[in-house]
């Protein structure tokens, strides 16, 4: 489990800072759309690597 954040880690790194004005706007972008309902479940998944449900379910909390 560890190494599989450490993955997911390391490919969102790339995003912190943005390396381009392009990818600054893109990440800007994506964090108003975290806003919206169904959206911010798809980033957060896209962003942690598993659903807000397997978390949840791992941390025994509904």
Known sequence: MVTEKQ???RRGAEWFP????????????????????????????????KSAAAIEALSGTR
């Open 18 to 49: 943005p390396s381009s004005p392009t990818r600054l706007r893109l990440c800007r972008l994506a964090l108003k759309l975290m806003n919206l309902p169904g959206l911010d479940r798809y980033f957060g998944t896209a962003l942690i690597g």
């Open 7 to 9: 993955e997911v880690a």
